[in-house]
């Protein structure tokens, strides 16, 4: 059964960081292009980092370069997304995804991260 499982969401000030954090079961991970998209409510989704395996290449949406880090552990099938410098534009309902070339695709539930004073 294929498992991905977000957390590390909650509620900071502008300016603060969060970490978040993907488990993932059920598949290679290894294999897989691995992504972090955002849904803020009521507008569209957005892909805003991405990285392949093995090289580890990267990828980010121009609004959240410099201040966002994607990162995936390989041995422990995992994928993170480190976010700096929170902004409150940033709030959203993030999701992690696997894509092995566009044909086996598989989301998480989501992790609500809030930037409010």
Not at 30 to 49: D, F, H, I, Q
């Amino acid at each position: 059964q294929v498992q991905l499982v977000e957390s590390g969401g909650g509620l900071v000030q502008p300016g603060g960081s969060l970490r978040l954090s993907c488990a993932t079961s059920g598949f290679t991970f290894s294999a897989y292009v691995m992504n972090w998209y955002r849904k803020p409510l009521g507008k569209e989704r957005e892909l805003v980092a991405t990285i392949s395996s093995p090289t580890g290449s990267t990828a980010y949406a121009d609004s959240v370069k410099g201040r966002f880090t994607i990162s995936r552990d390989n041995a422990k099938n995992t994928l993170y997304l480190q976010m700096n410098n929170l902004k409150p534009e940033d709030t959203a309902m993030y999701y992690c995804n696997a894509d092995r070339k566009g044909v086996m695709i598989y989301w998480g539930q989501g992790t609500q991260v809030t930037v409010s004073s």
